[in-house]
């Protein structure tokens, strides 16, 4: 079982480029679009956050049933549901305002337990920024850590909601001992500073740095770096893409019996092209249609992972 922790919301899609687009809304999240990736690959999935009882609340939580996620571990609360309205740019690359004072997400609560069988938790995006949940997420985190459970993070930065720009730089630094997985685009990694190398040193087993259509490169603790190139494809929007390649990165390394600090290591050249190339092609397929649909295992064959 793969646990995803952090925010389920709205996003207002543009029907075209430009501020003034009609728009169109939109079952969106990183978190939420990671375990409705993992579930339409076929990985056992769980949501592990807190959602609204309005009627975007519900038609989140149908499409994360509809995949087979299990939400026995959602929180539920009357407070609205979180917006994001998105703009595009003509390359199709999105932007983000958010709508978040006072919402159902914010307010999410430690959990008992995470569910049985639980192999990895990942973990990032609006959930680590907005109080007080982020404090509550940022815990789950270096507790699941400190039982030796797989850690996956995507900060997946949204500047417009950090407060204070060098206060997250530190508080992000002081997770990754507890990471085991750090994805991040490269934007993100400007954003952030630092460098693969670094971070490598401070605790996860492997750094993947995704460069848009240009491909994705894997960083790793012995020294390795490995890239493959973007699949070439007719973008209409990038909305939900680097959340694809955390389900497919996460779902790879499952079916390899590598959710641990050791099963990453024992990966070689190959098995890091393999995975990256299956990654960059569940992103393109993601990156070919309106709005944050990640691919179903069928359409990735007979490729596979």
């Known amino acids: 079982m793969i646990v995803v922790a952090g925010e389920a919301l709205i996003d207002l899609v543009p029907r075209g480029a430009g501020a003034l687009a009609a728009l169109t809304p939109a079952l969106g999240g990183g978190p939420f679009n990671t375990a409705v990736a993992l579930g339409r690959l076929g990985s056992p999935a769980a949501f592990c956050s807190r959602v609204s009882r309005d009627a975007f609340g519900e038609a989140l939580l149908d499409r994360l049933r509809e995949t087979g996620v299990d939400v026995a571990s959602v929180q539920r609360g009357d407070e ?168 497919a990165l996460l779902h790879g390394l499952a079916a390899r019996d590598a959710l641990s600090d050791a099963g990453v290591a024992a990966l070689d050249a190959g098995g890091w092209a393999d995975l990256l190339g299956f990654a960059a092609r569940a992103a393109a397929i993601t990156c070919s249609r309106a709005g944050a649909q990640p691919p179903y295992a069928r359409e990735l064959e007979p490729e596979g992972v």
Do not use: H
């Open 80 to 247: 609205p549901t979180t917006l994001a309205v998105a703009t595009l740019g003509t390359d199709g690359s999105a932007a983000y305002s958010f709508y978040v004072e006072g919402t159902a997400d914010r307010l999410f609560t430690a959990p008992g337990a995470l569910p049985a069988g639980t192999r990895a938790v990942s973990f990032g995006t609006c959930s680590l920024v907005l109080e007080p949940g982020a404090s509550v997420y940022e815990e789950l985190m270096r507790t699941a850590s400190a039982r030796g459970v797989f850690t996956a993070l995507d900060p997946n930065i949204r500047a417009g909601l950090v407060p204070d720009a060098d206060a997250y730089r530190a508080r992000f630094r002081s997770w990754l001992p507890s990471v085991s997985l750090l994805k991040l685009s490269a934007e993100d990694a400007a954003w952030l500073g630092g460098s693969p190398k670094e971070w490598l040193a401070a605790g996860p087993a492997a750094v993947v740095v995704t460069r848009g259509g240009e491909g994705l490169t894997v960083f790793t603790r012995d020294g390795g770096e490995y890239a493959v190139p973007g699949e070439r494809v007719e973008v209409v929007d990038t909305i939900g893409a680097g959340d694809t390649v955390n389900a």
